[in-house]
Structure formats: structure tokens, C-alpha cells
């Protein structure tokens, strides 16, 4: 799950934050509709918040293309939600652990000042940032229990993997592989996690593409972004 996280979802699976402080300062707007749904400016610059802490960097240091990248992920988000329909959030256990990992991302948050204010200079609340990590967990769970029965790595995809790549990999780099047997599991995992990504972005786009997606300024006839 990790892994799918980091990739797309890793990747993404965001639900907007709410009660931050910086939202104060935006004035709010419309940004993007999805299905009927609002996509607002300050849902937006939430997000970016929240991908930025997760990452150990500021908010104002993304590009323009990664803003929009994050407005694309909000957008993924939504036609998810509007599919799995999450229930309550994850267990508080799981949700602490997760926060534990994202503090660790911070150097000057080993103390509990420290850590508040690195939520501070965010933009965020130890509450609405545990909501957030809660619904993700959630949401990300309800898509694997989705896709993931649909997903078979027989042996020989393995096997395929082992000898075609990962031998070539290593003798490349001048290592020596470990057998099969070794590594089997571990290929077979990855191999899965691989598949739960294209599972994921084929099924995005074909929500996209059922879907009314426009700006502000589309007209009542247009249709996706």
C-alpha cells in the first residue's frame, strides 16, 4: 500500500483539508467542478500544503506544474470518492503511527513546540491533519479492496521478471543476484503493486472520460478538462 501511495496515489488519494489557518488569507473561488462538485482555490491551496509537509518542502517552492499536478490529484480524488463512497475514517492506531512517520520528515518537530510549529508555518492543525491522514488511509483502502481481488501474479510472470530483469540489473552493476527462491516474494509483491497501478490509472481515466469536468470559465455544454 505504501508503494501505491507514493507512486500515484501515491499518490495521492487527497480529501480537502479543512480548518486550516492560511485559508484565511485566500480569497475563495471556484477552481474546478467535477460532476456537479466544487473544487475551490483554498481546497487547492490546502492540498499543496499537505503534499508539501509530507515531502519536507515549502509550499511556495512548487513550480507551476506541480501545482497543477496537485489540482489533478483533487480532482482523481473526487471521482473516487464518488465511487467507493468511504466510510468512517481509519483506525486511530494506524492514523498515529502514519503521523509519527510524517513528523519524522520534519527535523525541528522532535519536540512538541517544534512540531506545532511546523504545522503553523503550514498552514495546519494536528486536528484537521489527523482527519486528513484518517480519510486517506480510508479511501485508499476501499480502492485496493477494489482492485486488488482482480490482480493474479502466477510464476511465470516472476520467473519472466527475475531472469529478464532483475538478473541484467545486477550483473550490470556488477553484483551477484540472489536465487530465485530468495527473492521470490519479493518479486511477486512488486510485481503486484506494479499491476495495482495500472489498475488505478486506467480506472481514473475512464471515470475522466464519463465524467463533466470544467473551469469556471467552461460553458454549460463543455465538457472534461
Known sequence: ???????????????????VSNAGSIVDRVVRSVNGHVVLQSDWEQEIAFE?????????????AERNAALDRLIDQELLREQVRPGPGAP??????????VRKLQPDSSTEDGWHATLQRY???????EKRLSDDMQLMKLVEDRLRPSIQIDQK?????YHDQLLPEVTKAGGRA??????????????AEK???????????????GSTIRTP????GEGNR
Do not use: H
Not at 505504501?2 to 479543512?18: F, H, M, P, V
Not at 510472470?157 to 521478471?161: L, R
Not at 540472489?178 to 510485481?191: D, W
Not at 470559465?217 to 454549460?220: G, L, R
Open 1 to 19: 500500500m505504501k508503494r501505491w501511495q507514493q507512486c500515484a496515489l501515491t499518490a495521492a488519494l487527497s480529501i480537502a483539508l479543512a480548518g
Open 52 to 64: 508539501a509537509l509530507l515531502n519536507g518542502r515549502q509550499p511556495d517552492s512548487f513550480t507551476t
Open 92 to 101: 486511530p492506531t494506524e492514523v498515529a503511527a502514519r503521523l509519527a512517520e
Open 123 to 129: 498552514g495546519l492543525t494536528q486536528t484537521a491533519l
Open 157 to 161: 510472470a516472476v520467473e519472466n521478471y
Open 178 to 191: 540472489k536465487p530465485l527462491t530468495e527473492v521470490y516474494g519479493r518479486i511477486k509483491t512488486l510485481l
Open 195 to 209: 499491476k495495482m497501478n495500472e489498475l488505478l490509472t486506467g480506472w481514473l481515466a475512464s471515470l475522466r472520460s
Open 217 to 220: 470559465e467552461s460553458s454549460a
